[in-house]
Structure formats: structure tokens, C-alpha cells
């Protein structure tokens, strides 16, 4: 037996060598085997912030995450004081792995979960024990049947993939390509290479291409603990990466598998095994393994030299590959659980923690913690070439210093597991989604952390007479303060470099904290470019009200001067898709004019003084530019063609209003010889059906030209 063991080890070895040269011959170097390989259970953040030379103080804080992140509580059961700090997060679900995963991957990452995919925090469970083999093989035959149908998906481009990867943030984790330049490194420079650990993505060959690219659109189907986020990626922008990432692929084979020649095992062998094993403890299985998780030694009975801890762990003991600074951070954390109650936490400190746990000091800095390292901060890019002038704060995401007091609830939302909270188009970096359990927590603990003493006050009512919107929007216009010279609002670009646009300003940003930054934003935000315009205005107060009044209310007004032309006041039912109805002194009907455009180029206006249609016309609707800009209001004329004047009504008529159908057509009303009439018309081909209705009678006309 031992022989064939020797045999099995010689085959397993020569495959892996290979694999190698055929990947190193390969166009390009897929990128799960371009990092430096991790022979340890790799925690990012552990790796990034703690060292050797770290005083037990400041490692003990490690060894905490370490007990949190490894899922030592699952298993572990945890003084009630440090329940809610040692919180285990979830791991992988495995109800479909069958469909991701084939047969020998499975067998190897069972089998030794560290030498298939180095630096996982997955832990070994078997030490080469007699009937770990068939016990392995069980467990394969189990997971291998857990199946579920992948839906097609796009072809993928791997030179779209290979730029997606580089700008979009994976690299603020994972390995850059050696053979991809930063934008802002000169083609003679030598790139520089990341100096912490990059997380492996040692499993993208494994996966089939249908499956990885299921797993880069919706990450968090599979891994609900967040720590391989959404990055928001299109359907096509994940079947990119993916091929990408397959490129040189060779999926790796299990020989010794094949070599040892097992005997078939059953599935539901393996179905027992998987609860036995304990292996529900962390994987989310929706299946009939009913079992309940088996917890084994409270933290607070362990040794710190036995179990996982030990120099060499029986078989069915979990196995993590620790290394001697990850084995130290354990036991002083263990000590220290040991000893003491868990200390109350402040909301910051909180903060800290689950930003830790999340990794989200990958790409942000919070309190001078944080941020991506140059190497890696250098692959952050912009698609505004006048973004540059920005520095960091064009590129790089935002620093999160008083952002519990600068966003509003609905915009965490938005931002953390929602849509549409992006407002910096310029960026190519996409804001990941952790998923709502793992961050929700995040938004009460900011506000508590980063509130003010002595908040400022502004007046939001609408109530006062300088709650005016056409003051606002003067002030932000080219001739006012001039925002619009870095601040786009809706569609429209700024003047000059792009910074964030305006238009969801109320939505998005607490009111106290817009006065704050306008009255001093250097020290509101730190780094910021934006000049301190209302610094020593008498009515600072009043004016930054009235923009506030107008960004309020910006979806019924008129853009700022030097955002505005003259194509943003014409009226347009067919782009809208709606009818529209305008009050206005039109030519041709009078100073009580009603004009009314339907989608498809036809449109009326009714004389409200005379109660009549008084012209038709074809093609564009009206201008509105004379109505909202110039005081004398003159006539609006017709931008269309064909315009018919209607015949003048014989008899007196008097104007009673007009309703909207659910269509939003108008029916005009109106007496006339004391009757009540209702006139209607309506588009047809070739012209308008005109319905009117007097004392319950219709009567139908189609009007043509």
C-alpha cells in the first residue's frame, strides 16, 4: 500500500509539472497562477496589517479576526460577551457545486484543501488515516450530484476581459497581469509589483466557462459571506473576465485518483459523511441533510497547544496550514477570551471591525487606515481624460471619513446592496455590493460614530422667501458661483473637469452636512479641489438654502446657466412617450392657450377664452424657452408644419376645465346654450377623431389636412 501511495505522489507531481509548462508556453498567464503562491490560510487583512515584530497587544486584535474569518465559532461555542464581535460568516453554498465543480476538483480540494487551491481558508480533514480515501470519495459522489441547470450565457472577449479585470477593482485583491501597464506608467518604467499577498483565484480554472461567469455576475449566490463581493458586472462584462481568466486553462486532474482505483461509493454515504464530518457547519446545503451542526469544545475549554493548534492534527481534526505569526495572533486571542469578558466596543471601533472583515480597506481609507497600495492603486483609471486633473480623487474610491453623516439611509442603501448609487460616471472602478446581512450594521454604527455635537442647522422647509428655485439656480450657473464649472447636472457634463453631478444631491447627501461643506470644505473633506466660494458672503446661509431649494425641485426647472441650450426647452411628446399639456400665450390662439402634443407628431391647441381647438399641426410641439426665460413672454409659435386653423365657434361658450383619461388625453369642458359639453380629441391615422358629448349624446368627426 505504501508503495502505491509513492506511485500516487509521482503521478500527482509529474501532472502538476505539466500543467506548468503548458501554461508557461500559453499566450497569456491565466491570473490565478501569476501570484506568488500562500502557504498559509491567507485572511487579507491579517497579512496586510499585522507583522512578526507586532507587540501581543496590537496581534491579539489579529488573532480575534482569525477566530472570526477561519470559522473557529462555528464549531467553537463562544462566551455570550463575544458572540456578536466572533460572528462566523457563512460559508460557500454548496446546493449546487456539482454544476460548478467537476468529479477531481472536488476530490482534491477535499482530499488536501491547501495544496489544490493554496492560501484557502478551507481546512483539511483528512491526515491519510486507513479509509480516508473511500471516505473522501463518498463525499465527492455526494457533492458531484448536487446540480442545478446554468442558463446560457453571453461569448466572451478576453481582451474586453483582460481591461474589465485590470479596471474595474479586482486588482485592489487579486493579482495584476505581468504583462498589462498601469495607464500612468511610462512605457521605459519598471511596473511595480503589489508588496502584500494577493488573494488566490486558484479555483477559475476548475470552473467550467458557463459556471465561472455565473459565479462573476452573482457571486453572492455562492458565497453569501461577501467575501468575494458583487462587482456589479453585466452579463457580457462577466462572460469577459471569464474568458479571460481561462485563458491557457488546464483544468487540473486528480491522478492519484484514478491511481488508487477506488471502489464506487454512494451518494448517500457521502450525504451522511457530510453531516458526520461536520461540514454543515459552514456550507448551506438545500438538500435533506437535516442534521444539526455538532459543536465540539467551547474557546474557553480549548489548549492552546492541542486540536488545530497542535504540530500534527489527527485525522478528522481541521487542518489550516497556520503559519507561526497566524498560531501566536490565536493563542494570545484564546488567552485573552479566556480571561476576560468581551470590552464594549465603540461605534468606530465597531466600524473598524467589520470593514476589516470585509476587506473594504482593499480600496477605502477611514481615519488614515486603509486604502490600496500604490502597486495596486496605479490600475485605478478614469474614462474622462479631464478627470486626470482630479488626482486621486478622480480615480481612486472615495475616502469614507464623516460618511455617516454625509449620506442619507436611502443612499447607504443604494450604495451597499442596492442599484444605481454611483455618482461619479468618470470612474472606471465599480463599487462592490457585500450583500445587506453583512453591512446593513454599517449605516447605524456611521451616523453614531461620525455625528457632529453641534450639527449645523439649515432651513429645509420651503417656507422662507429666499427658498426661491431660480435663486439657486442663478447662484450655481456660470454667471452666479459658477459649480457648473465642475458639476454636471442630469446629462449634461460640467464646463470643465467632471467631479460628482448634482442632480441627486437631496437624495443623496443629509442637508446639514451639504452646509457644512459648502461653508468649508477643505476641512470638511479632506484633499477635496472644491474653493471655499461661500467663505465671508453675508448670506451664505440664505443663498446655500436657496440651492438646496433648487436641487430639490431640479426635475421641474431649467438647467444652470452654461448647462442649458436652447434644445432643452422644446417640449417633446414623442421622446417622452407621454402626452403633454401647456399653458402658454401661443400665436395663432391667444393668451389662454392650451397647447396639447401626443406622442407621434400630432398636436392641438384649445383656446380656453373661447372654449375651442383653435389650430392643429403636424410634426414638432413648442418651445418653451420664452415662457420661463424672458418677462414679456411673447407668443410661442408652432414648431411643427402644416398648421390648420379650426373655424370659430357661432355662440357663447363658457370654460369649465379640463380632466385627464388614464391615457393623458385632456377632455375639455364647457357650457354652451346651457348645455354641458365635453370635447375630445384624439389621434387617429391620417388626422384626429374629435369626440364631443352633449347630454349624454356623442358625436364623432375625423379632423385631416
Not at 16 to 31: G, K, Q
Not at 232 to 246: E, M, P, T, V
Not at 280 to 297: F, P, R
Amino acid at each position: 500500500m505504501s508503495f502505491i501511495r509513492h506511485s500516487v505522489f509521482c503521478i500527482r507531481h509529474s501532472a502538476l509539472a505539466l500543467a506548468a509548462f503548458l501554461l508557461s508556453t500559453s499566450p497569456a498567464l491565466p491570473h490565478p497562477l501569476q501570484a506568488e503562491p500562500i502557504n498559509h490560510a491567507f485572511v487579507y487583512t491579517f497579512d496586510q496589517f499585522h507583522i512578526p515584530e507586532d507587540p501581543d497587544e496590537s496581534l491579539v486584535n489579529g488573532g480575534l479576526l482569525l477566530l472570526a474569518e477561519l470559522n473557529c465559532t462555528t464549531c467553537h461555542a463562544v462566551p455570550k460577551s463575544w458572540e456578536e464581535r466572533l460572528k462566523p460568516k457563512p460559508g460557500p453554498d454548496l446546493s449546487a457545486v456539482g454544476s460548478r465543480l467537476d468529479p477531481d476538483t472536488l476530490w482534491l480540494m477535499i482530499r488536501s484543501p491547501q495544496n489544490r487551491k493554496k492560501g484557502t481558508q478551507m481546512p483539511g480533514l483528512f491526515a491519510g488515516a486507513e479509509g480516508d480515501d473511500e471516505r473522501v470519495e463518498a463525499l465527492v459522489e455526494y457533492l458531484s450530484s448536487l446540480k442545478q441547470p446554468l442558463p446560457k450565457v453571453p461569448a466572451g472577449d478576453v481582451e474586453r476581459g483582460k481591461d474589465l479585470y485590470h479596471k474595474v477593482g479586482c486588482v485592489a485583491c487579486h493579482e495584476p497581469a505581468k504583462d498589462v501597464r498601469p495607464p500612468k506608467v511610462a512605457a521605459d518604467a519598471e511596473v511595480e509589483k503589489p508588496g502584500n499577498a494577493s488573494v488566490p483565484i486558484a479555483l477559475a480554472d476548475a470552473y467550467d466557462f458557463t459556471a465561472l461567469s455565473h459565479f462573476l455576475h452573482n457571486p453572492l449566490s455562492v458565497r453569501p459571506s461577501g467575501r468575494m463581493p458583487d462587482m456589479r458586472l453585466s452579463a457580457q462584462q462577466a462572460s469577459d473576465i471569464a474568458s479571460y481568466l481561462h485563458v491557457g486553462r488546464v483544468a487540473e486532474k486528480a491522478t492519484a485518483r484514478a491511481a488508487l482505483k477506488l471502489p464506487k461509493q454512494t451518494i448517500e454515504k457521502g450525504r451522511q459523511l457530510f453531516a458526520q464530518m461536520n461540514c454543515i457547519a459552514c456550507h448551506k446545503l438545500d438538500s435533506d441533510v437535516a442534521a444539526k451542526a455538532i459543536t465540539t469544545k467551547p474557546l474557553k475549554d480549548l489548549s492552546q497547544d492541542q486540536g488545530c493548534l497542535a504540530e500534527k492534527q489527527p485525522s478528522g481534526t481541521p487542518r489550516f496550514d497556520l503559519n507561526d505569526l497566524e498560531k501566536r495572533a490565536l493563542k494570545l486571542a484564546l488567552a485573552l477570551i479566556q480571561k476576560e469578558d468581551a470590552p464594549k466596543l465603540t461605534a468606530q471601533e465597531k466600524i473598524d471591525w467589520q470593514l476589516t472583515r470585509l476587506n473594504c480597506y482593499a480600496c477605502h481609507d477611514r481615519d488614515g487606515k486603509g486604502g490600496p497600495e500604490d502597486p495596486r492603486a496605479q490600475y485605478f483609471g478614469v474614462n474622462d481624460s479631464t478627470a486626470e486633473s482630479l488626482g486621486q480623487l478622480g480615480n481612486l474610491p472615495p475616502n469614507l471619513d464623516k460618511a455617516g453623516r454625509k449620506l442619507t439611509r436611502g443612499w447607504f442603501e443604494k450604495i451597499l446592496w442596492g442599484k444605481d448609487g454611483g455618482v461619479r460616471p468618470y470612474m472606471d472602478t465599480h463599487m462592490p455590493s457585500f450583500g445587506r446581512e453583512q453591512t446593513e450594521m454599517l449605516i447605524s454604527w456611521l451616523n453614531e460614530a461620525d455625528a457632529l455635537e453641534k450639527p449645523f442647522t439649515i432651513d429645509v422647509s420651503g417656507l422662507a422667501k429666499h427658498h426661491r428655485a431660480e435663486a439657486g439656480r442663478q447662484l450655481l450657473g456660470a454667471k452666479g458661483l459658477a459649480c457648473v464649472s465642475c458639476h454636471g447636472m442630469k446629462d449634461r457634463k460640467s464646463l470643465g473637469p467632471p467631479v460628482i453631478r448634482l442632480t441627486h444631491t437631496v437624495e443623496r447627501l443629509q442637508p446639514e452636512y451639504f452646509k457644512e461643506l459648502l461653508l468649508n470644505p477643505q476641512a470638511t473633506q479632506t484633499g477635496t479641489v472644491m474653493p471655499p466660494m461661500f467663505m465671508g458672503r453675508k448670506k451664505a446661509d440664505q443663498e446655500i438654502e436657496s440651492i438646496w431649494t433648487y436641487l430639490r425641485e431640479i426635475e421641474g426647472q431649467p438647467l444652470p446657466e452654461g448647462l442649458m441650450s436652447s434644445a432643452d426647452f422644446e417640449l417633446k411628446p414623442t421622446a417622452e412617450k407621454r402626452v403633454i399639456i401647456f399653458r402658454s400665450f401661443i400665436e395663432g390662439v391667444g393668451t389662454h392657450a392650451i397647447g396639447v402634443g401626443f406622442p407621434g407628431g400630432l398636436n392641438a391647441a384649445f383656446d380656453a377664452k373661447t372654449s375651442r381647438w383653435a389650430i392643429l399641426w403636424k410634426g414638432r410641439f413648442l418651445d418653451a424657452m420664452s415662457n420661463w426665460q424672458d418677462r414679456s413672454m411673447p407668443p410661442i409659435k408652432p414648431l411643427g408644419t402644416d398648421v390648420k386653423p379650426m373655424p370659430a365657434s357661432t355662440s357663447e361658450r363658457i370654460f369649465g376645465g379640463y380632466t385627464l383619461g388614464k391615457d393623458g388625453i385632456p377632455t375639455f369642458r364647457y357650457r354652451e346654450n346651457g348645455q354641458q359639453i365635453e370635447d375630445t380629441l384624439r389621434p387617429v391615422k391620417g388626422g384626429f377623431e374629435h369626440i364631443i358629448i352633449s347630454n349624454g349624446k356623442q358625436t364623432k368627426e375625423i379632423l385631416s389636412w
